[in-house]
């Protein structure tokens, strides 16, 4: 499995043109950050997430945010057993 690092209304790299389109069905899009403090769920919850993902699915996860929400995203796929992360 591949987790891809996305993050949104920011030009990506060459290197990632490999992120899933609108029209590729096989992808679940995650949005791990918030604006407001109260509204973030903790990290081990999604790392759970992330590792129940990629044991049940044949999906790409892809993590989608704000620049300043990359780290946010690393931090998950670091602490997850079944992780991977493509930049």
Known sequence: HK???HSQGIPLPTEWAHIPTSKQKNSILLFPGARLPYRIWP????TQLLDWLLVHTTQHIV??????ERKLAEQIVAKSHQGTMQH
């Open 43 to 46: 990290i081990e919850n999604w």
């Open 3 to 5: 987790v891809v690092l």
């Open 63 to 68: 993590f989608a945010g704000a620049l300043s």
